[in-house]
């Protein structure tokens, strides 16, 4: 069965930072692309970044040259470094294979970025 488990959200201001994590079982980072989703209130959920087997990288417009994602195969944890957070970027964050499965989502973690 495979369990990923979304850390790290807060409230911060705008202009902060927040690090997500994503823990794994049943799963291994390593074998499949990865990524990273958010759905603020609203909205439809959207990729935000992935990182496919090889390692490479791809960020949606939105947050490229302000969030980082990587992998940590020994710890099997995915990241989502988050810089220069805006109001925007207000949601929930989830992890997931990219494509996305239904059956792989987690509870996620709310990132709030007040102005």
């Known amino acids: 069965e495979v369990q990923l488990v979304e850390s790290g959200g807060g409230l911060v201001q705008a202009g902060e930072s927040l690090r997500l994590s994503c823990a794994a079982s049943g799963f291994t980072f390593d074998d499949y692309a990865i990524g990273w989703f958010r759905q603020a209130p609203g909205k439809e959920r959207e990729g935000v970044a992935r990182?496919?087997?090889?390692?490479?990288?791809s960020y949606a417009e939105s947050v490229k040259g302000r969030f980082t994602i990587s992998r940590d195969s020994a710890k099997n944890t995915l990241y989502l470094q988050m810089n220069s957070l805006q109001p925007e970027d207000t949601a929930v964050y989830y992890c997931n294979g990219w494509p996305p499965r239904d059956d792989y989502w987690g509870q996620g973690t709310q990132v709030t970025v007040s102005s």
């Open positions: 990182i496919s087997s090889p390692g490479f990288i």
